[in-house]
């Protein structure tokens, strides 16, 4: 099976460079989910050199500050999944940046600490719910100008 982060779907490449990608997540848990993943194929942190790690980064940076702009989110999560027992379903290595917004969930406290409760994630099984959380094309091509500095 070809990598879906280093042969992505076209659309959901909202920007790259040498180092990195940031992509539409395919299941997304809120409106502008977004992946940074290195452009190398590494499924581990320690597999990568101490230039791509600060391009992660500064991907993180650059993920959040065009969503500021673009759907003005009350707040973050950031996290990866290393390994499968941490939930990782891709063996590349990639860093989620959820934008939050407030009253977006019942439950908010607690934020990435709720990855160890044993429930199933209702997202992933509820294709209405990430269908739903797909921004529209237009909202897409705003996100990716700011993410190019526009």
């Known amino acids: 099976m070809k990598c879906p982060f280093c042969n992505p779907i076209k659309e959901n490449i909202l920007y790259e460079d040498d180092t990195i990608r940031i992509l539409l997540d395919n299941y997304p ?5 977004l ?3 290195p452009r190398r194929h590494v499924t581990k942190l320690e597999e990568l050199s101490e230039g791509e790690k600060a391009s992660l980064l500064r991907g993180i940076e650059i993920a959040i500050e065009a969503l500021k702009k673009t759907l003005n989110p009350d707040g973050f999560n950031v996290g990866i999944n290393i390994g499968k027992a941490a939930g990782q379903t891709v063996e590349h290595l990639h860093i989620h940046v959820i934008p939050r917004f407030n ?7 607690g934020g990435i600490r709720k990855a160890v409760l ?3 994630d209702e997202n992933l099984e509820d294709e209405e719910r990430w269908t739903k959380n797909r921004l529209p094309r237009e909202k897409v091509e705003e996100l990716r100008r700011a993410l190019h500095g526009g």
């Open 29 to 33: 848990a809120n409106p502008g989910h």
């Open 35 to 37: 992946l940074i993943v």
């Open 103 to 109: 009253n977006d969930c019942k439950y908010p406290k």
């Open 118 to 120: 044993d429930v199933k």
